[in-house]
């Protein structure tokens, strides 16, 4: 795949936004923190909470990522802005609105993954980063789209049954779009993104089988 930009602008993206953004990205893993306790200690409230910081933390993609930076050195940042608030829109539906998204933790293999894969996004994602020659400030930090999009499939672990299955499309199609990264820019940790994937997966076809045993 012929890419329109350099490695050296593609970190320098990372190096500008986190520059030009910091403390935020101490918010955006504050709210990723409170929407793992509103897991482990839920609430009548905790659904529509833990939803809305999913959707604030996918429009926070779409609007201060690729349409403020990423769209300076690719034109095809307007399409994954569109993708990301997309995914916003289905958090908020479904959890905000609809209430149709609550989160807990139930101990089980499912359970387990996505305690790895929320542990992966916040604490193995950027010390890989530092380890791999890339140390903050030239570093996807949490609230872009990779290390985001694992936390969010993490988090989707512990989603209740049953659960509807359009918040896990546009993740999941992020770990298409972003793996390639691992392997054409050299962005070690979004190899994550590939167990991510398959745990979405997994999560996407048992939301599909509990769909049809509702229905029945």
């Known amino acids: 795949m012929n ?3 350099t490695n050296e602008q593609f970190y320098g993206v990372f190096r500008d936004y986190n ?28 659904g529509v909470a833990e939803s809305a910081i999913l959707g604030v933390l996918w429009a926070w993609i779409a609007l201060a990522y690729h ?6 050195i690719s ?5 994954f802005a569109t993708l990301s608030m997309v995914g916003a829109a289905a958090f908020i539906w479904q959890g905000v609105i609809r209430r149709r998204l609550s989160f807990q933790w139930v101990p089980g293999l ?5 305690a790895a894969l929320i542990v992966f996004a916040l604490v193995v994602y950027p010390v890989w980063s530092a380890y791999a020659g890339h140390p903050y400030p030239a570093t996807p930090t949490f609230g872009l789209p990779c290390p985001t999009t694992i936390f969010t499939i993490g988090l989707l672990c512990f989603a209740v049954t049953p659960t509807p299955r359009s918040p896990l499309i546009v993740p999941l199609l992020w770990c298409l779009v972003g793996a ?31 769909h049809r045993k509702v229905k029945s």
Do not use: H
């Open 3 to 5: 890419l329109s930009f």
């Open 67 to 72: 349409l403020v930076f990423f769209a300076r």
């Open 180 to 210: 390639q990264a691992a392997f054409l820019l050299g962005v070690q940790p979004d190899f994550g993104l590939i167990p991510a994937g398959l745990v979405g997966t997994g999560l996407l076809a048992t939301a599909s089988q509990t």
């Open 110 to 114: 499912k359970a387990w993954a996505g």
């Open 75 to 79: 034109p095809p940042a307007y399409v």
């Open 19 to 46: 520059t030009s953004m910091w403390p935020a990205q101490w918010l955006l893993v504050a709210m990723a923190l409170a929407a793992v306790v509103a897991a482990l200690r839920p609430r009548p409230w905790s």
